[in-house]
């Protein structure tokens, strides 16, 4: 469906893009992804930009980057009177850098925008099993964390070629609440080649009783570029079909729903009333100031990928030029859509008032003319989303199909982002998908 309805040309970069970025934040509050592109190995389904790093120098040199790029930004935003509300580091793996690492890129934040000195990361359990580790983190500003569990399941773990132990981590989950971190979520992944839907529920009965506020529970993507998709290729290995995928969907939303977890997004699970991970409504919805190699931003009226070469990030950061490969504008009209999109298919919510908050302007002006409105009309009719006097929210029924809208998306555009520009640093033009 996403390469039906969703075309979108990337072209090089040039100074008018700066210029581009700079006049397209119209909004005051906005939000910083850091992208940390370093593992010490690759998981064989993992579709983001990432590259196997041992060498500890390699990894400092990269934070100097990550500085140099913020305070680039600092110069070319310095007018706008921005504030920073939230500060997001995913990759990879971010629990490669240390606590004195992450205080330097906040303190560098705080050098060039008003902001806060807080950080949250995505984390390997395995990089958490040593107690003083944790407590460095959180000395220097870590606050949130999303730990990378994936499955309580030793067979699932080897299928996912995950180097971590189920002990390393519940360790990880006792060191992170031992140590002050209050807001600990915890990723989970099903459709895992060969996972059955015993397999999925006995995974989530395990991951209800640990100490933890979040659990976020993904479908495994398999993109063409992983280094497992040639094991599907030859048809060593399979996943689950579509029917046990969507006894897989609701499955989640009863058990995790029946044990004192509030559904807040689609794959999201809250134990805290109001708060989740946010990730994906920033990447969505924006306003996004994307720093590092192979980090995505969105401006809200311009979207843009930086280059996704270790080498060629640091030269252009170390030369002053902001590292951006490739760009494109985007309209209010899209926008509009891509908000509609997020708060029903992932917030699993849509309210008017939000709506009018964000874009000036009342939904049904703004959708209710469009083409969308007929994509919504059907989804009505199926009774996939119900209206309701504030708004419009996704109902049970339509819970699966915003799975497979979400699936189709994330495969076809961000993923298909990541390949291409994986495949050279300053590519001349990029189509998606």
């Not at 060969?194 to 209800?208: F, M, N, P, T």
């Not at 891509?338 to 939904?363: A, G, N, Q």
Request: proline share 4%; hydrophobic share 35%; aromatic share 10%.
């Amino acid at each position: 469906m996403a390469k039906k309805v969703f075309k979108a040309v990337f072209k090089k970069a040039d100074s008018s893009t700066f210029e581009t970025i700079q006049r397209t934040l119209k909004e005051k509050e906005l939000a910083v992804y850091i992208h940390i592109p370093f593992c010490r190995s690759i998981c064989l389904y993992c579709p983001y930009v990432r590259y196997v790093v041992h060498d500890p120098k390699v990894i400092s040199k990269y934070v100097d980057a990550l500085e140099a790029e913020i305070r680039l930004y600092g110069n070319l935003l310095r007018d706008l009177d921005l504030s920073i509300v939230d500060i997001h580091a995913g990759g990879g793996t971010p629990s490669l850098l240390s606590g004195e690492q992450f205080e330097r890129i906040l303190s560098t934040l705080a050098e060039c925008f008003e902001t806060k000195s807080e950080i949250a990361i995505e984390a390997n359990p395995e990089d958490l099993t040593d107690e003083s580790r944790v407590f460095d983190l959180v000395d220097h500003g870590v606050t949130e964390v999303s730990l990378g569990v994936q499955s309580f399941n030793p067979q699932m773990l080897r299928r996912l070629g995950r180097r971590h132990s189920v002990e390393d981590s519940i360790r990880s989950i006792e060191n992170l609440r031992q140590a002050g971190v209050n807001r600990i979520n915890i990723d989970m992944m099903y459709m895992i080649p060969g996972q059955s839907i015993d397999d999925w529920e006995r995974d989530l009965e395990i991951a209800v009783e640990q100490d933890v506020d979040e659990i976020t529970c993904y479908p495994t993507l398999i993109t063409e570029y992983c280094p497992g998709y040639r094991l599907v290729k030859k048809r060593k290995i399979s996943q689950p079909n579509k029917r046990t995928f969507k006894k897989m969907v609701y499955a989640t939303e009863d058990l995790l729903s029946s044990r004192g977890f509030e559904p807040v997004e689609i794959y999201g699970y809250s134990r805290k009333h109001g708060w989740k991970y946010v990730t994906v409504n920033y990447e969505m919805e924006g306003p996004l100031l994307g720093i590092g190699c192979g980090a995505m931003g969105f401006t809200g009226g311009c979207e843009y990928v930086n280059t996704c070469s270790v080498s060629e990030y640091i030269r252009s950061t170390f030369n002053e030029k902001i590292p951006v490969a490739g760009a494109r504008l985007v309209s209010s009209k899209e926008r509009a859509i891509r908000y509609t999109v997020c708060r029903l298919f992932v917030c699993r919510d849509l309210k008017f008032e939000d709506f009018r908050l964000k874009f000036k302007e009342d939904f049904r002006n703004v959708i209710g003319r469009s083409s969308f409105s007929g994509f919504l009309t059907l989804l009505r009719l199926l009774r996939y989303i119900q209206g309701y006097p504030k708004g419009i929210r996704l109902t049970r029924k339509g819970l699966f199909t915003a799975h497979l809208v979400c699936w189709a998306f994330v495969s076809n555009v961000p993923c298909r982002i990541c390949e291409e520009y994986m495949k050279t640093a300053w590519p001349t033009e990029v189509t998606i998908p």
